[in-house]
């Protein structure tokens, strides 16, 4: 099974851009990166997903590189609400159509005024 | 308001007296799972449903069973719980397909004396 590997934790400032890394070495072509954050006492949150392409929304971006063997989630200006639980997580269609999922470790990132 | 609905929130119970977690949602989705969160080892996906009718093992199914007979509900059933079994129990639901985004209840506490 693709497994994805993330750093146990990071450090922000406020203001700055934060960028959060992913490897997915084993993914399969035909795996969507997703980016999930989870806030204290909060059930798990949408952030971004892209298949190759850097993709952008309204609360960040995710650069994928070109082997897709790893990816990048880029929140631009941390805000302190930012301080959470990230996690990546490979969705694949082989997978009876994206039923399981691969959860990785998560990131905690911690963000300072 | 589109959510995914759980209950209860919170549970205290002994182990052997069999329970049953409820999970709604209204989005008309063909997908839901169930995860279940310890500390230090993120989210692990516990059952999942890719339809009425259609259900299939995540990665800890041992202990739990699932149903799906409304497209809309998927209870998680604890037949015989034990202390192990205590945990945070997440829902989640989506429609089919590795490019959606999940959506999260708001959790269920569970705690088996």
């Known amino acids: 099974d693709a497994k994805t590997t993330q750093p146990n934790s990071m450090e922000s400032n406020e203001e700055e851009p934060v960028h959060l890394p992913c490897n997915h070495s084993?993914?399969?072509?035909?795996?969507?990166i997703h980016w999930y954050r989870q806030l204290p006492s909060q059930g798990p949150e949408y952030v971004i997903h892209g298949l190759t392409s850097n993709v952008n929304n309204r609360m960040a971006s995710l650069a994928i590189a070109e082997d897709r063997k790893s990816s990048t989630l880029i929140l631009h200006r941390a805000t302190l609400r930012d301080a959470a639980v990230y996690y990546c997580?490979?969705?694949?269609?082989?997978?009876?159509?994206?039923?399981?999922?691969?959860f990785g470790q998560g990131t905690e990132l911690s963000v300072k005024p | 308001e589109a959510q995914v609905t759980q209950n209860p929130r919170y549970l205290i119970t002994v182990t052997g007296k069999k329970l049953t977690v409820t999970c709604s949602q209204n989005?008309?989705?063909?997908?839901m799972s169930w995860y279940r969160q310890d500390p230090g080892l993120g989210l692990r996906q516990i059952y999942y449903s890719m339809n009425v009718e259609v259900t299939d093992k995540g990665d800890v199914p041992e202990g739990y069973k699932v149903s799906r007979k409304e497209k809309r509900n998927f209870p998680l059933i604890l037949e015989s719980p034990s202390p192990n079994q205590t945990s945070l129990y997440f829902c989640a639901s989506s429609f089919k397909g590795a490019s959606q985004p999940q959506h999260f209840g708001d959790g269920t506490r569970l705690s088996i004396l």
């Open positions: 997580i490979l969705r694949g269609m082989i997978y009876n159509q994206g039923g399981k999922l691969i």
């Open positions: 084993t993914i399969s072509g035909t795996d969507y």
């Open positions: 989005m008309n989705h063909e997908y």
